[in-house]
């Protein structure tokens, strides 16, 4: 009991006793307190505030775009005689998973599908027909369906059907919403700042502050 009382004793006066450690537990206390506040008034806040960030997101929404963009369908062909077949049922239209699931039923490696829309630096082989619409190597004039041929390994092709070229456009809130929610803590924590320097206008003591740097 004794000890115990003792050690409780010293406990209650570490930081009187010892200023290294006072200021630490400060430090440790006061980040805490700021952690939370930053979290109540923006981090949570523009998760939570729905209605906010959709008029951030409308009143911003230069910040948020696509750039070109390309709609493709990129078919990896185990040889050249699958990237014909592929090339041939494009052609006429057909469903690529019906066709694909065909032509793996014997040979799996056969064939794989890529559809969508890619923007420059989503995809290399994406990139790849940016690059060449960038060199005038490939062009979008002729009729659809437009084809873009790429040897890989000893016998694979990369067989690119590029479908269109989509301009910038602006993102919806829902396309961008990571996006808008980060720029929205940050205008957020910028807008609560200016008004703690409208409150509470900081001074700086220059001559303690040149005693310092000397």
Not at 4 to 33: P, Q, S, T, V, W
Not at 72 to 101: F, H, N
Not at 118 to 144: E, P, Q, Y
Request: proline content about 2%; glycine content about 4%; hydrophobic content about 40%.
């Amino acid at each position: 009991m004794i000890e115990e009382e003792l050690l409780a004793f010293e406990d209650a006066r570490l930081e009187d006793k010892h200023n290294e450690f006072r200021m630490l537990i400060e430090e440790y206390h006061d980040g805490i307190l700021l952690f939370e506040l930053t979290d109540e008034l923006v981090w949570s806040k523009a998760v939570r505030d729905t209605s906010g960030l959709e008029q951030y997101h409308e009143l911003n929404n230069d910040l948020f775009m696509w750039q070109d963009r390309l709609e493709l369908g990129i078919y990896t062909c185990e040889d050249e005689g699958v990237s014909k077949v592929v090339r041939k049922a494009v052609k006429k239209g057909q469903d690529m998973v019906v066709v694909r699931r065909e032509l793996i039923a014997e040979r799996p490696l056969a064939l794989k599908i890529e559809e969508g829309l890619f923007s420059m630096g989503d995809n290399n082989w994406a990139d790849s027909v940016f690059s060449a619409i960038s060199n005038k190597t490939f062009s979008l004039d002729s009729k659809a369906p437009r084809f873009m041929t790429l040897n890989i390994g000893d016998t694979g092709v990369i067989l690119i059907d590029v479908i269109d070229i989509i301009e910038p456009k602006h993102k919806t809130l829902n396309e961008a919403r990571g996006q808008v929610i980060a720029s929205y803590q940050d205008f957020l924590e910028n807008e609560w700042i200016e008004s703690l320097r409208l409150k509470y206008p900081v001074s700086i003591k220059k001559d303690v502050l040149y005693e310092l740097i000397d």
